[in-house]
C-alpha cells in the first residue's frame, strides 16, 4: 500500500489550457504539487507521481492507450476525464484499468472529492494543509477557518476566495483573476458579485481591515509585517 507523505504529486494529462490551467492552480490551491501534461508521450515520461487524472481525448496516444500503459507499470491511482456519457461504460467496466472517472463538463468541488475518496481507498495521506495568515487559520482538507480561534462558517465561494488570497498573502490578486479562479474560467458576468462576496467574507471573519481592496486592481490579504 501506498504511504505517501509529505506534498502530494498528481499529474494532469489535458491537452486544453483552459481546462488545465485553472484545474492545476486549484489543485496547488489544495495544498497538492502538480505535474502537467499534453500528450500521452509526456504523460507516460511522468508517472511518478502520487495520483493521475487523465483526459481521454488527447493528441496523440489514445487516452485509454496511456491508462492502460500506466496500469501495465504502476499502481498509481488515476481518475479518467472524459468528454462523452458513452465512454462512460467503458471506464466504469474497469476495462482501463481507472480508479474512477468524471464527465465534462464538472465541476471543480465534485473532482476534489473524487480525488480525495481514490486516495482514502488507497489508505493515502492528504497533505497537512492548515495554514496560518494573521489570526486567521485555513484548512483546505476540510475547509474550515478559523479567526482568532474561533471556526468561522463560510459559504464555498467565500472559503474559495479567501484560499486563493492567502495564497499569495500580501500580493494584489486582481479582479479577473479571482473570477476566473473562483468562480469560472470563463467568467464574462457581472462582477458586482464578487464585491458581495468580499463584504461577507469580512464581516464573517470580523476583521474589515484584513482584506484590503486596491482600486481599479482587485484584493490582498493585509498580513502583518
Ligand atoms: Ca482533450
Not at 37 to 61: H, K, Q, S
Not at 77 to 94: F, K, M, N, S, Y
Not at 105 to 134: H, K, M, N, S
Request: negative net charge.
Amino acid at each position: 500500500m501506498r504511504q505517501a507523505e509529505g506534498v502530494q504529486r498528481i499529474l494532469v494529462v489535458e491537452d486544453d489550457d483552459a481546462i488545465a490551467e485553472p484545474l492545476a492552480r486549484g489543485l496547488e490551491r489544495e495544498g497538492y504539487a502538480v505535474t502537467r501534461a499534453a500528450t500521452g508521450r509526456e504523460a507516460l515520461d511522468n508517472t511518478d507521481v502520487d495520483l493521475v487524472l487523465l483526459d481521454l481525448g488527447l493528441p496523440d496516444i489514445d487516452g485509454y492507450e496511456v491508462c492502460r500503459r500506466i496500469r501495465a507499470k504502476a499502481t498509481t491511482p488515476i481518475i479518467v476525464i472524459t468528454a462523452r456519457g458513452d465512454e462512460v461504460d467503458r471506464v466504469v467496466g474497469l476495462e482501463l484499468g481507472a480508479d474512477d472517472y468524471v464527465v465534462k463538463p464538472f465541476g471543480y468541488r465534485e473532482l476534489v472529492a473524487r480525488i480525495r475518496a481514490v486516495r482514502r481507498r488507497i489508505g493515502a495521506t492528504e497533505p497537512d494543509a492548515v495554514q496560518r495568515v494573521g489570526t486567521i487559520a485555513i484548512d483546505r482538507r476540510t475547509r474550515k477557518v478559523w479567526s482568532e480561534e474561533t471556526e468561522v462558517l463560510l459559504a464555498p465561494k467565500e472559503f474559495d476566495l479567501l484560499a486563493l488570497l492567502a495564497e499569495d498573502a500580501g500580493a494584489v490578486i486582481s479582479r479577473q483573476q479571482i473570477l476566473e479562479q473562483v468562480w469560472d474560467p470563463h467568467w464574462y458576468g457581472p462582477t458586482k458579485t464578487l464585491d458581495v462576496h468580499v463584504a461577507a467574507l469580512r464581516k464573517k471573519l470580523g476583521q474589515p481591515q484584513l482584506i484590503e481592496t486596491v482600486r481599479g486592481v482587485g484584493f490582498r490579504l493585509a498580513v502583518q509585517p
